[in-house]
């Protein structure tokens, strides 16, 4: 099983539990020798010799850890209420007819009381012994986080729309309700996902993995949500169309009434082309530093493989766009023409990415055929702008049929 790619590690104070399926876990001692006979060259070994050595978890009678063993929900709660510094205003009685007897009844119920569990997401009882998803999993620790400060509740709200830096956003595998609940692990980076940037919410987890992310989540708990700039992108995408002000140094301008524009102004508007041959609509508009080798940004590894040197002073633009070609024959050269602004284009994504992510563009081979007169079409291109302007500033505007405008500047 591929593992997650986990960053840095934190400390955590809470009393380390064998996970051994259905009996409560046994406690650990507070510190001990790590002598596990199957972590060596685990991908998890530094982080398990550290939880081991700190009492937080245990392994088995026969000198085992299993890191690939999976965990059920009864067992990520008993570690999970342990983790957590938050305490409960007030106890909470039994929510769960099937934990009556179980050994977890107190620890599911102390989750439950901080609202890290919501019992209406089990209706039909909370099956202690069922294998726990990895949607489950961020779940979980995404509202306990909300719970901890308000500002993640509120970018909880704020993601809710965003784009997930994923292939299944194209391909298929998360759905709506599930986004902000991943945006929130991904964006203050405890939890970067597979190697391929893949969640698979769907799938089980295992002890190696929990016990890693759990000690990630426990430095982030009681922070405050600003402090990350991944999860600030995704808010911004959220709430505005786009991550500029997150990541690069472009600003909104002011219009003759004084009021910043902003993206979130033309999202979704007709714009024309300025020479008739068609019409768009911008949807979403992405930005990526050329900082290093693949550029830098939550959303880099979704669009870009590596950065040309011709580009390192640049920011790569990705615009998802929606256009409709009043031509027979709609060139892609004619259309881009028709645009104007600097900032959207008709340049096709190319490189890895495209397939790897299932991110619709223009084809490669015979553009024309694939604008269809009076069809509307939805795609991503590329546009690079100005990292660092030649003259004292740079600026670029949009503006819609209807009237609405939205203008960026970067100043020297």
Request: hydrophobic share 35%; glycine share 8%.
């Amino acid at each position: 099983m591929k593992k997650f790619l986990i960053t840095a590690m934190a400390v955590i104070t809470f009393v380390g539990c064998v996970v051994t399926g259905a009996k409560e876990p046994v406690k650990a001692a507070t510190s001990q020798t790590v002598t596990f006979s199957d972590i060596k060259g685990h991908w998890a070994e530094n982080d398990i010799k550290t939880a081991i050595q700190k009492g937080y978890v245990n392994g088995y009678p026969d000198g085992t850890f299993r890191p690939n063993g999976t965990i059920t929900r009864s067992e990520y709660a008993a570690l999970l209420s342990r983790v957590t510094t938050l305490k409960p205003a007030s106890s909470t009685s039994d929510v769960f007819p099937d934990l009556k007897t179980h050994w977890s009844k107190e620890e599911v119920n102390k989750l439950v009381a901080l609202g890290f569990i919501d019992p209406s997401d089990y209706p039909n009882g909370f099956g202690p012994e069922k294998p726990l998803t990895r949607y489950e999993m961020m779940k979980w620790i995404s509202t306990g986080l909300a719970k901890s400060d308000p500002s993640f509740q509120q970018a909880l709200a704020d993601t809710k729309n965003t784009l997930l830096p994923t292939p299944e956003t194209y391909k298929g595998g998360i759905s709506a309700e599930q986004i902000p609940y991943i945006a929130l692990v991904k964006g203050t980076g405890i939890i970067e996902g597979f190697e391929d940037g893949s969640f698979r919410p769907s799938n089980t987890t295992t002890r190696a993995e929990v016990t890693a992310i759990l000690l990630r989540y426990a430095k982030v708990e009681g922070t405050r949500a600003d402090k990350y700039r991944a999860l600030n992108e995704l808010r911004e995408v959220g709430t505005t169309g786009t991550n500029m002000t997150s990541l690069t140094k472009y600003r909104y301008t002011t219009n003759l009434n004084g009021k910043k524009t902003s993206f979130a102004d033309i999202l979704d508007k007709p714009i024309k082309l300025k020479n008739n041959s068609g019409s768009f609509k911008v949807h979403r508009i992405i930005f990526v530093d050329s900082e290093g080798d693949q550029g830098s940004g939550v959303y880099a590894p979704m669009f870009v493989s590596n950065v040309p040197s011709r580009f390192k002073n640049s920011y790569f633009v990705f615009s998802d766009i929606s256009l409709t070609s009043t031509l027979d024959k709609g060139n892609p050269n004619t259309l881009a023409n028709g645009m104007d602004n600097g900032i959207t284009s008709v340049t096709h994504l190319d490189g890895p990415k495209v397939a790897e992510y299932g991110l619709p563009t223009i084809p490669v081979t015979n553009p024309s055929s694939f604008f269809v007169k009076g069809q509307e079409k939805r795609f991503w291109v590329v546009q690079f702008i100005d990292k660092v302007p030649i003259d004292n500033y740079v600026t670029y505007s949009v503006k819609t049929d209807s009237g609405d405008v939205v203008g960026i500047i970067l100043n020297k």
